[in-house]
């Protein structure tokens, strides 16, 4: 597979809108090689046009490119699903420390669908009686010590650099969304789920060249002090900032 990226082009958002239509094995089988091109190989080359600046933020970030680690599976587990179509209608490359679960660390992502592509952090806490993740373990004490900092990266990286943010919580059994930042520290120390991204629609200045890589890692550098404050628990997190 070729392992150089060109951006995400109109071929890219071409499949996942005729997936949404033909979402079976079918026609999936015959229009794998498009997305090897278009999907899977344009995010493997952008993993690899990003792996030396991601290694210089942490060298403890992921960056081997396996499904299940760097990169999502397309296919979807039906097993306990509602919706029993095979195949998910996005693809998600993840940026993680790879001596934790993907899923219990804060991560940078971007993120493609039949509508745009996405390129930002998130947090998700974990369920059930296993080791709890970054956001119990990591931001909620540390954002009882240090709210004033935390308060402070809120302003000069998601407000000045007008990101999009959003978060989760569960609510009468139910998974709810809040636009916005949480308005207190209540909402701060039980949310479930935090998200804070830039969306490049298709036809986005530079989305389908080689130099988007560039501003993926623009974003990533941006965004890497939110990573550092909710989910490095070294007790030199604080030199960790200045990268």
Not at 48 to 54: D, I, K, N, R, W
Not at 72 to 90: E, G, V
Not at 195 to 212: D, N, T
Request: net charge positive; aromatic share 16%.
């Amino acid at each position: 597979m070729d392992n150089s990226f060109n951006g995400f082009t109109a071929d890219s958002f071409a499949f996942f809108r005729e997936l949404a239509r033909n979402n079976n094995k079918a026609w999936f089988d015959a229009n794998r090689s498009r997305y090897e091109a278009h999907v899977q190989g344009a995010f493997r080359g952008l993993l690899v046009a990003l792996e030396p600046s991601l290694l210089r933020l942490n060298g403890h970030f992921e960056t081997s490119g396996r499904t299940n680690g760097n990169f999502s599976r397309i296919n979807r587990d039906i097993r306990f699903s509602k919706d029993k179509t095979p195949y998910k209608p996005n693809y998600y490359l993840y940026v993680f420390d790879r001596r934790r679960n993907r899923g219990a660390d804060g991560r940078l992502y971007v993120g493609l669908s039949a509508d745009c592509v996405t390129v930002g952090f998130s947090i998700y806490g974990t369920w059930g009686k296993g080791p709890k993740g970054a956001l119990e373990t990591v931001f909620r004490p540390r954002f009882t010590r240090e709210r004033a900092l935390f308060l402070k990266m809120l302003d000069s990286i998601v407000r000045r650099k007008r990101y999009e943010t959003y978060w989760h919580r569960q609510e009468k059994g139910e998974w709810t969304l809040h636009p916005g930042l949480p308005k207190n520290n209540e909402d701060w120390l039980s949310l479930q789920a935090w998200i804070v991204r830039k969306v490049f629609e298709p036809g986005a200045r530079g989305l389908g060249a080689p130099a988007f890589a560039g501003q993926v890692e623009r974003v990533f550098a941006e965004l890497y002090p939110l990573y550092v404050f909710t989910s490095v628990a070294s007790g030199r997190w604080k030199n960790a900032l200045q990268r």
